[in-house]
């Protein structure tokens, strides 16, 4: 694990802000990022995810929102059985699929690994955009191990109020980075009523200007989405089937 735990201290980067400040803290691109993966440091079994972040197969999250132009968005997050070895760890699949005003926009597949320390890795994804049902794109896929791209942890163990943390790392294409703001938030959705919410702030380091929350709900995950800096777009849970 020796490189897990050197990882994990360099991962903590406490940096406080008033309230009434921007919601992320200084611009983190000038802070170094290497990490070296060992694949004996991960679960190659029994891979459930953590307590903010489960991967639960077989389940379909559905969210509901507004785009930022005010369209009708769906969402469904389908935790699949697949799994992908990537630089010799054991990742499991996630289909992502958005809709706009019932149109196909985005199909995406995740691949999230878990340490034995309990932490969430995203190890890449395979992305599409569409119009009128035909692929336009596929900007922002990348595969760690592949033309310098690094995992990054998608949900950390131990969460602490201002710590930052990459979520991804593919240089000019993947650069998303996150930061807790707080572990006791209380979100209404149409799914339910969650309180103790971990909150973050999540956005690129190759958008600055666009800065999204997300609420986490214990055992559940991603609860709610919504654009707060450069975006107004939301979406909520809606069921899980």
Not at 166 to 176: M, P, S, T, V
Request: glycine content about 10%.
């Amino acid at each position: 694990m020796k490189n897990m735990i050197l990882y994990s201290f360099l991962l903590i980067a406490l940096m406080c802000c008033d309230k009434d400040e921007d919601p992320v803290p200084e611009n983190p691109a000038d802070t170094p990022y290497d990490v070296k993966i060992d694949p004996t440091d991960f679960e190659s079994t029994g891979i459930v995810g953590n307590e903010f972040f489960p991967l639960i197969s077989g389940k379909t999250y559905v969210y509901e929102g507004k785009s930022d132009e005010g369209g009708d968005t769906r969402i469904l997050v389908a935790y699949t059985s697949n799994i992908k070895m990537i630089q010799g760890v054991t990742c499991v699949e996630v289909h992502d699929q958005a809709y706009e005003n019932g149109s196909l926009i985005e199909d995406t597949y995740d691949w999230y690994a878990q340490d034995k320390q309990g932490n969430v890795w995203y190890f890449g994804e395979a992305t599409q955009t569409l119009e009128n049902g035909q692929v336009t794109g596929t900007k922002g896929s990348w595969e760690a191990g592949v033309n310098g791209a690094l995992p990054g942890i998608i949900m950390l163990a131990n969460p602490l109020v201002s710590m930052w943390y990459r979520q991804e790392y593919f240089k000019g294409e993947a650069e998303d980075v996150a930061q807790v703001l707080g572990t006791s938030a209380s979100v209404s959705v149409p799914y339910a009523l969650f309180e103790n919410c971990l909150q973050t702030a999540e956005w690129s380091l190759l958008e600055t200007g666009i800065v999204g929350q997300k609420y986490y709900a214990s055992g559940v995950g991603v609860v709610k989405s919504i654009g707060v800096k450069g975006e107004s777009g939301y979406e909520d849970l809606k069921e899980i089937q």
